[in-house]
């Protein structure tokens, strides 16, 4: 017999059992993460601060960070299992302009969905550091 004043019992399951999560991969996605919206910061400051500044300082410094969003979205992509051939076409694509941006914004958003689905506690900035 059943108690009908008893609290419902129910089993809780993880959608990812943590003996099943990667954390060397999803450290890769979120120092990822965090190059992704560093970047995505300093396009937007040079962006702003083009006008003032001499070009050719303004295009060597948009190259770095070209590059250095590059390497953010490829190792995001990388850690989140994407194909090389995805790979190349975000490094492709991270060298135009407003694509960039949008591409950045994108890989952010998934990163922080498995991140989150991982344990990780993600803010405006990133991922916090596993402890």
């Known amino acids: 017999m059943t108690n009908p004043y008893a609290a419902p019992k129910s089993q809780i399951t993880n959608s990812i059992a943590p003996d099943s999560i990667d954390y060397e991969r999803m450290d890769a ?3 990822g993460q965090r190059i992704l919206i560093y970047m995505f910061i300093a396009a937007l400051l040079t962006g702003v601060l083009r006008a003032q500044v001499d070009p050719v300082l303004s295009l060597v410094v948009a ?3 070209a590059a ?6 490829v190792r995001v992509d990388k850690g989140l299992g994407g194909s090389l051939f995805s790979r190349i076409v ?3 694509a991270m060298l135009l302009p407003l694509v960039s941006l949008i591409i950045m914004i994108t890989l ?3 990163a922080t969905k498995a ?3 991982a344990g990780y506690q993600v ?3 990133g991922a916090k550091k596993r402890i």
């Open 29 to 31: 996605v979120a120092s």
């Open 63 to 65: 190259l770095a960070i």
């Open 68 to 73: 250095v969003s590059i390497y953010g979205a």
């Open 90 to 92: 975000y490094a492709i």
């Open 108 to 110: 952010s958003m998934r």
């Open 115 to 117: 991140l989150r689905a």
């Open 123 to 125: 803010g405006l900035l």
